[in-house]
C-alpha cells in the first residue's frame, strides 16, 4: 500500500506571497490531519479533515486554511507568508473512524519564507 | 499550551544500553498516547502506544510505562542499537478527538 506523499518537498518563498501545499493519504484513509514543526515547538496541530469537512481546528491564524477533495487528496493553503511561517509542513492521514489509529505521516514540505 | 512536554531535548546512550525517554503531559483528558520516531528529511513513524486502561506496553525492543497519576509515560529501549539515533516524538489524544498533541522531541544518539 502506497504512503502518504506530500508535494512538493521543498519550496521557497518570500514575505507576503501565497502557498499552496498538497498532500495524498493512504488509499482508504478519509481523515487528513496536517501539522507545522518548527525548532523547539514539536509538531503543531493545525486543522484535520474528514469527508471534505474540517473536523478539528488548532490555534493558528486564518491566513492558513485547508480542503479536502472526495477522492480525500488535501491541500493547506498559506497566504501572506511571514517569516515564521518557515517550518516543515507534515500531512497525516488514518481511517478517521475515531479509532484509536496511529496517524501515518508523509515526509513532508520544508516550506522556507525569506 | 504546552500540554504534552519533553524536557529532555538530547540523550545519549552506549550501545547496548537502555534509553528511557521520558514524557509528562498536562490534560486529564488524554486517554491514548503514542511514541513516534522521526528521522532527518522523512516524517514521523508510528513506534508504539498504550491506552490509558493499561499502565505497560511492550513491542520487541520497545516498552512504554504509562503513570497516570503522575500524567507520565516513559519509553525504554532495550538494548539501544546504533539505528535508533532519531529524534522521538510523545503524543497524545483524547478520546472522540482525531488530533494528537506532540512534545518537542527528544534527540536520541545511540553510540557504538
Known amino acids: 500500500k502506497a504512503g502518504v506523499t506530500q508535494t512538493p518537498r521543498y519550496l521557497i518563498k518570500t514575505r507576503g506571497q501565497q502557498v499552496t501545499l498538497s498532500c495524498s493519504p493512504i488509499s482508504g484513509h478519509r481523515s487528513v490531519s496536517w501539522y507545522q514543526q518548527t525548532p523547539g515547538q514539536g509538531l503543531q496541530f493545525l486543522f484535520e479533515y474528514f469527508s471534505e469537512t474540517q473536523r478539528n481546528k488548532g490555534n493558528f491564524p486564518g491566513r492558513f486554511s485547508g480542503r479536502q477533495f472526495s477522492n480525500s487528496r488535501s491541500e493547506m493553503n498559506v497566504s501572506t507568508l511571514e517569516l515564521g511561517d518557515s517550518a516543515l509542513y507534515l500531512c497525516?492521514?488514518?481511517?478517521?473512524?475515531?479509532?484509536?489509529?496511529?496517524?501515518?505521516f508523509g515526509p513532508g514540505t520544508r516550506l522556507t519564507v525569506l | 499550551d504546552q500540554q504534552v512536554k519533553q524536557n529532555s531535548p538530547s540523550l545519549s546512550v552506549q550501545e547496548g544500553r537502555i534509553s528511557i525517554l521520558n514524557c509528562d503531559y498536562t490534560?486529564?483528558?488524554?486517554?491514548?498516547f503514542l511514541w513516534y520516531k522521526k528521522y532527518p528529511a522523512e516524517g514521523p513513524t508510528f513506534l508504539i502506544s498504550i491506552s490509558s486502561i493499561k499502565d505497560k506496553n511492550e513491542d520487541g525492543r520497545f516498552t512504554v510505562f504509562l503513570n497516570k497519576s503522575a500524567k507520565h509515560l516513559s519509553l525504554h529501549i532495550v538494548p539501544s542499537q546504533p539505528g535508533d539515533s532519531a529524534v522521538y516524538f510523545c503524543a497524545a489524544s483524547a478520546t472522540g478527538a482525531n488530533n494528537l498533541f506532540f512534545g518537542t522531541g527528544t534527540r536520541l544518539t545511540v553510540i557504538p
Open positions: 497525516a492521514s488514518s481511517p478517521g473512524d475515531y479509532s484509536y489509529n496511529e496517524q501515518f
Open positions: 490534560n486529564s483528558m488524554f486517554d491514548y
